[in-house]
């Protein structure tokens, strides 16, 4: 994934945003994971902030540590009704992470590598 920046303004506290392949979001501290769910591929610029600071990801409410960027809880719905999948999702994601972007405060921009 190539560098990129976006107006810090763009990523208050609580909120998540896309820049390039990255979901960057604030939780207390910013932060830049692959932009994509491993569940589904689902958009995870598009999910949200829980009271914990991990990433959620829009479509099964799957949660993500984004400081190791691995599954803390797997997909939820109807996908919590299988048995071993959340399991499986979360073993998936201890070997498969999400991948880390570093972000760098510049001024009044966030430049994420």
Request: net charge neutral; charged share 20%.
């Amino acid at each position: 994934m190539s560098a990129s920046s976006i107006p810090a303004s763009d990523v208050p506290p609580g909120s998540v945003t896309g820049s390039g392949g990255y979901a960057v979001g604030n939780n207390g501290e910013y932060f830049a994971v692959s932009r994509r769910c491993r569940h589904l591929r689902a958009d995870l610029a598009k999910g949200s902030i829980d009271a914990d600071g991990c990433l959620v990801c829009p479509w099964h409410q799957s949660k993500y540590d984004v400081k190791t960027g691995q599954m803390t809880q797997g997909p939820q719905g109807v996908f919590a009704k299988m048995p071993g999948l959340d399991a499986a999702f979360i073993a998936l994601t201890k070997a498969w992470p999400l991948r880390r972007g570093r972000v760098t405060v510049d001024g009044d921009e966030l430049q994420i590598d």
